[in-house]
């Protein structure tokens, strides 16, 4: 299997999808797996997941996304988002699933749990939203990678209206935010943007050594 700059350089953000083409459920896996295991700040995962299936809900939101095909036909449609906040109710959620995970007392995590609500709550609300938000762009990062190494091909989208979304998709109710799209499929052999060479500054240029 290609190294890890190779798979950077074969992906793309792809323009055009084959909808004849579908994941595996293994494929797909590689995808969710990636989503849910990439790192967050004290890896308190403020994000959830949404898989959407439906040809109806896919093409309401195409429609809400200036009629970007990617919508849908790629194989899978994901929208990610954040939590509107992080409370002492998310805490101990978090520290009940580690203590399990690790085999200890939650009491042990006593410290940590100090620590995680002093943090938040010394947070304004745009703050904890921004500060959320962010950590929903790691998890694309990590996802897009993990789909590069499997010659999966994925479009990072933020033009759509986010308002929208999370009416149609009652994101709401859920206490959510959608903040990207992310697609997934193969490639369309007609994708023009397929065969440009990758524009990227050189080293020289980017990395500043002091």
């Known amino acids: 299997?290609?190294?890890?700059?190779?798979?950077?350089?074969?992906?793309y953000a792809t323009k055009q999808y084959d909808a004849t083409k579908k994941l595996t459920d293994e494929q797909r896996a590689v995808i969710t797996d990636a989503l849910r295991l990439a790192p967050s700040s004290f890896g308190?995962?403020?994000?959830?997941?949404?898989?959407?299936?439906?040809?109806?809900l896919r093409e309401q939101l195409k429609a809400q996304a200036w009629g970007q095909s990617q919508v849908t036909d790629a194989s899978d449609l994901f929208v990610l988002c954040s939590v509107n906040t992080i409370d002492e109710a998310y805490i101990d959620r978090y520290l009940a699933s580690m203590a399990k995970?690790?085999?200890?007392?939650?009491?042990?995590?006593?410290?940590f749990r100090d620590m995680l609500v002093n943090t938040?709550?010394?947070?304004?609300p745009e703050q904890m939203e921004e500060w959320n938000a962010r950590q929903v762009y790691i998890a694309i990062g990590?996802?897009?990678?993990?789909?590069?190494e499997h010659r999966i091909d994925t479009t990072p989208m933020e033009g759509f209206n986010k308002q929208t979304f999370d009416e149609i998709l009652?994101?709401?109710a859920l206490g959510l935010k959608s903040r990207l799209i992310l697609a997934a499929g193969f490639r369309a052999a007609e994708d023009a943007t397929q065969n440009y060479a990758k524009s990227r500054f050189t080293k020289e240029e980017v990395f500043i050594e002091r």
């Open 1 to 11: 299997m290609p190294n890890s700059p190779e798979h950077l350089e074969w992906r």
């Open 44 to 56: 308190l995962q403020p994000w959830k997941f949404i898989h959407v299936t439906s040809p109806e």
């Open 101 to 111: 995970t690790r085999g200890m007392d939650v009491s042990q995590l006593a410290g």
């Open 120 to 124: 938040t709550k010394g947070m304004t």
């Open 142 to 148: 990590v996802a897009m990678h993990a789909a590069a």
């Open 170 to 172: 009652g994101l709401g």
